[in-house]
């Protein structure tokens, strides 16, 4: 039955594989709509700034008053590949066994939270506020610990330098720095500074991936990677820059219950910052 669902999903899902930032790039803009030409034709005026919505506004706020930089950002998000046919961050998320799909770094500049991570169109960096809006799930920030406060200085530096540089997209998840993809620029950000933050997972070995024979099968059939392929992942609990003990948790993600269910609202405790929003919800 799964099998036949999964089917006509692929089949018949009308969804434009764009996520949405994808929709606030200008008509007709080329190149990396979030790289340095594109953020100074933003300061310029040349094209028009990002509108803020009253959502945005309050994700703005929350955002400066709790993160910092080097914090660690994590969310579900929904890029799609054949076509925007297949959901491609869920499919990771859930054979890794994780909440998330997608890491990035932050930083403060100039009073205001920028973040810097890599897609499909090259390194990247936007306004928190614009950046939350691609996330579809679970979000959740760590933090080093204060006594290794220098190494989130060293990984935002690696991040500007990626920036500038305009290092590719990785699409074969190599784990040379010739190119990155999101996770692994995370990881080397820190790696840049001493700091390891979590070791590679072969593909095979994700800890669901018994689960999903039909996607692991089409996944090898319609890319170059095998499952012998190692890759740095979010993770959980157990492994995966999640788990990495040099981190502490800022904003964990809500709680499952017993049926594995999410409850509709619950508190939480933030290192002594008590933030009120998750998503899907307003931030207070």
Not at 51 to 57: E, G, I, K, N
Not at 61 to 82: C, E, M, P, S, Y
Not at 87 to 115: C, D, K, M, Q
Request: glycine content about 8%; proline content about 8%.
């Amino acid at each position: 039955m799964w099998t036949l669902v999964w089917c006509m999903t692929l089949l018949f899902n009308g969804h434009d594989g764009k996520e949405p930032t994808d929709r606030l790039i200008p008509p007709g803009w080329v190149g990396n709509p979030w790289g340095p030409a594109a953020t100074q034709a933003r300061a310029s005026g040349a094209i028009p700034p990002i509108p803020m919505t009253p959502l945005m506004q309050q994700w703005d706020r929350w955002g400066k008053q709790v993160i910092r930089d080097g914090d660690i950002l994590f969310r579900r998000g929904d890029a799609r590949v054949l076509f925007g046919r297949f959901p491609f961050s869920r499919f990771i998320a859930n054979a890794s066994g994780s909440l998330y799909s997608h890491t990035s770094i932050a930083a403060i500049e100039g009073g205001e939270v920028v973040v810097y991570d890599i897609t499909k169109a090259g390194a990247r960096r936007q306004p928190f506020a614009v950046w939350v809006l691609d996330n579809v799930g679970a979000f959740g920030v760590k933090r080093v610990r204060p006594e290794l406060r220098s190494h989130a200085d060293e990984a935002v530096r690696f991040c500007r330098r990626t920036f500038e540089e305009q290092v590719p997209f990785d699409y074969t998840l190599e784990l040379d720095d010739q190119a990155l993809y999101c996770v692994e620029m995370t990881e080397k950000a820190y790696r840049s500074s001493g700091l390891v933050l979590s070791e590679p997972v072969r593909l095979g070995d994700m800890e669901n991936a018994s689960q999903f024979p039909i996607c692991m099968f089409l996944f090898q059939k319609l890319s170059t990677l095998t499952l012998e392929q190692a890759a740095y992942f979010p993770g959980n609990d157990r492994h995966g820059i999640w788990s990495c003990s040099s981190l502490m948790t800022v904003y964990p993600p809500p709680p499952a219950s017993a049926s594995g269910a999410r409850p509709a609202h619950q508190k939480r405790a933030v290192s002594g910052e008590k933030p009120g929003v998750r998503p899907g919800s307003r931030p207070t």
